[in-house]
């Protein structure tokens, strides 16, 4: 038997043994995709998205009309954000809002996280952080007269507690880090990180755009000030579907985002001459929410409750030690790196390879159907999106790397 064939009856008994195997059905068929593991960038539709999106056109759009806003799109972005806490982020009520894209409400957060911390000018970030959170944490540095100090970790387990102690002073207003990081896919320790923020007196947002639904939370407990995160990656939103942002209730009425729309309003609908912010989390609304793209999100949201998260992250662990093994085994003898750590308990839900030629590559697999994620120079990241990936899929996956490396 070859590597492949062993690791092949591995993979097969894996996919039996797995509790969540029955949901693989439940996404849309995509025709010519084997390997789809890029649902760490855009998770899959869910097989009944067609029809939900058209009865949604049909009544509560086409014949409920305006009188859908009272029946049930007022409370939307609050209602899901709830649901989005509850089934993720281990995050009571009345915390959590849907809105915006990660970006914009990135700007608000860090905006309002500074202006409440006056006296104090830094911002600290880490410096391999996601583009959009460096540009926008030293865009509001630039716009409010303070300073970006920059978190340096080792790239291969990411930022520790350790790092961010030495970095933070009475100076740090706000401090911003992803829980799992997008290269590496590092998760960090939140509640240690989350004190050390806190117990310099600064505020402590996290970026869960590569962990929510895929790795357990508990905001609440661990004394997290405010998060933000995608929707269209593990909750599979479909492209551009809204961000989530939660600000933790000790904050509400001190920590006020700044883009003051109608709809973060006392009242909606005084239409009166000034604007006075509501004291709950519908503050962080500016204007109309975009209800269409709330739609697919709340399919996922219901497989994941359904399951329990620690059930989710317990088959991403096997997942992403199951394709450590098969790059040791396939993809290691060839001179591929391994970019991620082997701790499982370190580690979030997709691991980054390295390879020179890992750019042709990529763009061969991709003609072929096996669809990972390319990252400049030389990453391949493989997104293992628990309840719509096998192991047998991510087998296909990294003997296509494989296969294509030897051509
Ligand atoms: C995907 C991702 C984003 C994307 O932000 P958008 O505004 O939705 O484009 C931001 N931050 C991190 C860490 C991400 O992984």
Redesign the pocket.
Known sequence: MTDADVLFTEARTLDAADPLAHHLAAFADAPGVTAYLDGN?LGRPLRDVPEKAAAFIRDDWGTRLIRSWDEQWMELPMRLGDRIARVTLGAAAGQTIVAD??????YKLIRAGVAARPGRDEIVIEAG??P??RFIAAGVANETGMTVRWVQPDELTGVSADDVASVVSERTALVVL?HVD?RSGALADMPSITRVVKDAGALMLW?L??SVGAVPMHLDDWGVDMAVG?T??YLNGGP?SP?FAYLAAEHHGDVLQPIHGWWGAADIFAMGPEYAPVAGIRQLLSGTPPVLSMLAMQGMLDLIEAEGITAVRAKSITLTDFAVRAYDALLAPLGVRLLSTRSAAHRGGHITIGHDAFQRVTQELWADGVIPDFRFPDGIRLGLSPLSTSHEETLRGILAVRDALQR
């Open positions: 960038s894209s990660t970006s914009v409400m990135l952080n996601f959009t959170d992803s997008y970026d755009c590569h995608c269209y990656k551009g961000a």
